[in-house]
Nanobody, 122 residues
């Protein structure tokens, strides 16, 4: 079992940057693909980015390609989401997830974090 705790959310102006972190407990972290999802008010939760267990393969939703970067440090049991050139439409609660299977933008989460709020002002 994994427990996931996100941090790093906050309020930022459009064009700014934030880095989200997700710390995992458990010795099997490196065996999981890890992902970030987000949910804006009144909308369904959507996939944002994913990383393979080794970090060699990454996947992004089209709307964040070139602006967001997912990375992981398996020695620290932590996955990151670096978000640059933020837009007001990026405003959402961002969730970290440990993924049991999937590819591209379709993944099956096994475990979720509690979420962290990201607000981008115009």
């Amino acid at each position: 079992q994994l427990q996931l705790v996100e941090s790093g959310g906050g309020l930022v102006q459009a064009g700014g940057s934030l880095r989200l972190s997700c710390a995992a407990s458990g010795r099997t972290f490196s065996s999981y693909a890890m992902g970030w999802f987000r949910q804006a008010p009144g909308k369904e939760r959507e996939f944002v980015a994913a990383s393979s267990g080794s970090g060699d393969s990454t996947y992004y939703v089209d709307s964040v390609k070139g602006r967001f970067t997912i990375s992981r440090d398996n020695a620290k049991n932590t996955v990151y989401l670096q978000m640059n050139s933020l837009k007001p439409e990026d405003t959402a609660v961002y969730y970290c997830a440990a993924l049991s299977s999937g590819y591209g933008s379709s993944w099956i989460p096994d475990y979720w974090g509690q979420g962290t709020q990201v607000t981008v002002s115009s």
